[in-house]
């Protein structure tokens, strides 16, 4: 009994040894405020991200509009403020997609062996053939532009990395000692994987979790730029980029504000993320 917790609990120590770094507490401080405002951002954001005010047009930063507004007269800072949740919805659905598929496949694929291993694997391998972004937007082009659907690309596109790394971790928990007397009093093999080789080999999953959950937003809100995300009136970061690509030399702020909350949110998940790989990564210590 003692042997299945000690796993964990050392992972627990470790956990609050990462999260004690000043650059880990930078990347939480950071996805903290961002998850803030993707909850309070009615409360938070001062205009109506929709609304349009065409005597505004083109404003630039000032007390009215912090921000400056769009060329429709929107508050581009209520649009950033919005466009929060919208990246936070890539996170969880894209990154969250990935996470269960990969995670299952790579369970199935180290513990069972055999032809489940080569069937999944193989799979794996011609998913790996394409670039990610070209798998992307074959994707997206076969579904049709729209926001889930890109998010259900980008899921799609990262779903075997997590295999390959969940595979690689079972192969290597299976041979532990208390697998092995798990399996020697009787126990099932779902109850073995649930039990005892899924929570120990979940550690690498959390990281690169935490470091793709950046990429992921950068993902999403490039394809929403070519226009094969979220579509017009959507405040998504990537749909204000392409907004404000055609106004940077009169009007910086369109695209230059929504450029910097991408930036802001790719550094917090990447501080916390290298920050938990530095720990947990036995090279990297």
């Given at each position: 009994?003692s042997?299945?917790?000690t796993?964990i609990?050392?992972?627990?120590?470790?956990?609050?040894?990462?999260?004690?770094?000043?650059?880990?507490?930078?990347g939480?401080?950071?996805?903290?405020?961002?998850?803030?405002?993707?909850?309070f951002?009615?409360?938070?954001?001062?205009?109506d991200?929709?609304a349009?005010?065409l005597?505004?047009?083109l404003s630039?930063p000032s007390?009215?509009?912090?921000?400056?507004?769009?060329q429709?007269?929107r508050?581009?800072?209520s649009r950033?403020l919005y466009?929060?949740?919208?990246a936070?919805?890539?996170?969880?659905?894209?990154?969250?997609?990935a996470?269960?598929v990969?995670?299952t496949?790579?369970?199935?694929?180290?513990?069972l062996?055999g032809?489940?291993?080569?069937?999944?694997?193989?799979i794996?391998?011609v998913?790996?053939a394409?670039p990610?972004?070209?798998?992307a937007?074959?994707?997206?082009?076969?579904?049709?532009?729209?926001l889930l659907?890109?998010m259900i690309?980008?899921?799609?596109?990262?779903t075997?990395q997590?295999?390959?790394?969940v595979?690689?971790?079972?192969?290597?928990?299976r041979?532990t000692?208390?697998?092995?007397?798990?399996?020697?009093l009787?126990?099932?093999?779902?109850?073995?994987?649930?039990?005892?080789v899924?929570?120990?080999?979940?550690?690498?999953?959390?990281?690169?979790?935490?470091?793709?959950?950046?990429?992921?937003?950068?993902?999403?809100?490039?394809?929403?730029?070519?226009?094969?995300?979220?579509q017009?009136?959507?405040p998504?970061w990537?749909a204000l980029?392409?907004?404000?690509?055609n106004?940077?030399?009169?009007a910086?702020?369109?695209?230059?504000f929504?450029?910097?909350?991408?930036?802001?949110?790719?550094l917090?998940?990447?501080?916390l993320?290298?920050?938990?790989?530095?720990?947990?990564?036995?090279?990297?210590r």
């Amino acid at each position: 009994m003692s042997a299945t917790v000690t796993p964990i609990a050392a992972g627990a120590e470790r956990l609050g040894r990462a999260l004690a770094q000043p650059a880990a507490r930078l990347g939480l401080a950071i996805v903290f405020l961002f998850l803030f405002l993707c909850a309070f951002a009615p409360l938070v954001a001062p205009h109506d991200p929709y609304a349009q005010d065409l005597m505004s047009a083109l404003s630039p930063p000032s007390l009215a509009h912090l921000l400056g507004t769009d060329q429709y007269g929107r508050d581009v800072a209520s649009r950033v403020l919005y466009g929060a949740r919208y990246a936070l919805l890539a996170i969880v659905i894209g990154d969250g997609l990935a996470l269960a598929v990969g995670t299952t496949m790579g369970l199935a694929a180290g513990y069972l062996g055999g032809a489940a291993d080569a069937v999944l694997m193989r799979i794996v391998d011609v998913l790996l053939a394409f670039p990610y972004l070209l798998l992307a937007l074959i994707i997206v082009a076969a579904l049709g532009p729209s926001l889930l659907h890109s998010m259900i690309a980008i899921g799609i596109v990262y779903t075997p990395q997590y295999a390959r790394l969940v595979r690689g971790q079972v192969l290597s928990v299976r041979q532990t000692d208390f697998v092995r007397a798990a399996r020697a009093l009787g126990a099932s093999r779902a109850r073995i994987v649930l039990r005892h080789v899924a929570p120990n080999s979940l550690s690498p999953v959390i990281i690169m979790a935490t470091l793709q959950a950046g990429a992921v937003v950068v993902e999403t809100a490039g394809l929403s730029f070519l226009g094969l995300g979220a579509q017009p009136p959507s405040p998504d970061w990537g749909a204000l980029l392409a907004d404000g690509q055609n106004f940077f030399l009169t009007a910086w702020w369109i695209a230059t504000f929504p450029g910097l909350a991408i930036f802001l949110v790719v550094l917090g998940f990447n501080l916390l993320g290298d920050a938990l790989r530095r720990e947990f990564d036995p090279r990297a210590r």
